[in-house]
T-cell receptor
Framework: GNSVTQMEGPVTLSEEAFLTINCTYTATGYPSLFWYVQYPGEGLQLLLKATKADDKGSNKGFEATYRKETTSFHLEKGSVQVSDSAVYFCALRLDDKIIFGKGTRLHILP | SQTIHQWPATLVQPVGSPLSLECTVEGTSNPNLYWYRQAAGRGLQLLFYSVGIGQISSEVPQNLSASRPQDRQFILSSKKLLLSDSGFYLC????????????FGSGTRLTVV
């Protein structure tokens, strides 16, 4: 079946550190891939997306590249800020439904 | 522009009481609508989705039900709440298939006591 696996958290980093959150997927077709972010007490917001192999999604300094050969969509940011503290969800979409990973909680220390 | 409204924001209900959470979308027609639950410390669980009025697909057997009485209205209900129904409930909408992500509402924090 279709699924998303992302690294378990929490991930704790100091401000200005480099961030990587790993995400791999299993899909029967050619999904679109997404990263969502959830700030405390809020709903999910779309952070970035990629719709085909080798596409790079980017937003707010975050990037992720759709790697078909490794079925991965790792999230990266070169210099994190305290305001990036949130839960990050990797997701794939095939047809009508999006399948989410379990989420990775990120803590950024000042 | 499209907006999604979800209410109430927080709700505390006793065990055995009924539940009704409402979600409405503005600025689009014939959206796909979704209800997710996020239990404490866990990921997102898809509960129901709908591709049209009166069309409801249930992803997991449970104590909840969903209805879509109008094109842009999606309601989550229960006749008798259980403690295990506590969680953060999120409504979302999307259009079409494939490339489009979902737009989420701000969520309802339900605590069953």
């Amino acid at each position: 079946g279709n699924s998303v696996t992302q690294m378990e958290g929490p991930v704790t980093l100091s401000e200005e550190a480099f961030l990587t959150i790993n995400c791999t997927y299993t899909a029967t077709g050619y999904p679109s891939l997404f990263w969502y972010v959830q700030y405390p007490g809020e709903g999910l917001q779309l952070l970035l997306k990629a719709t085909k192999a080798d596409d790079k999604g980017s937003n707010k300094g975050f990037e992720a590249t759709y790697r078909k050969e490794t079925t991965s969509f790792h999230l990266e940011k070169g210099s994190v800020q305290v305001s990036d503290s949130a839960v990050y969800f990797c997701a794939l979409r095939l047809d009508d439904k999006i399948i989410f990973g379990k989420g990775t909680r990120l803590h950024i220390l000042p | 522009s499209q907006t999604i409204h979800q209410w109430p924001a927080t709700l505390v209900q006793p065990v055995g009481s009924p539940l009704s959470l409402e979600c409405t979308v503005e600025g689009t027609s014939n959206p796909n609508l979704y209800w997710y639950r996020q239990a404490a410390g866990r990921g997102l669980q898809l509960l129901f989705y709908s591709v049209g009025i009166g069309q409801i697909s249930s992803e997991v057997p449970q104590n909840l039900s969903a209805s879509r009485p109008q094109d842009r209205q999606f309601i989550l209900s229960s006749k008798k709440l259980l403690l295990s129904d506590s969680g953060f409930y999120l409504c979302a909408w999307s259009v079409g298939q494939g490339n489009y992500g979902y737009t989420f509402g701000s969520g309802t924090r339900l605590t069953v006591v």
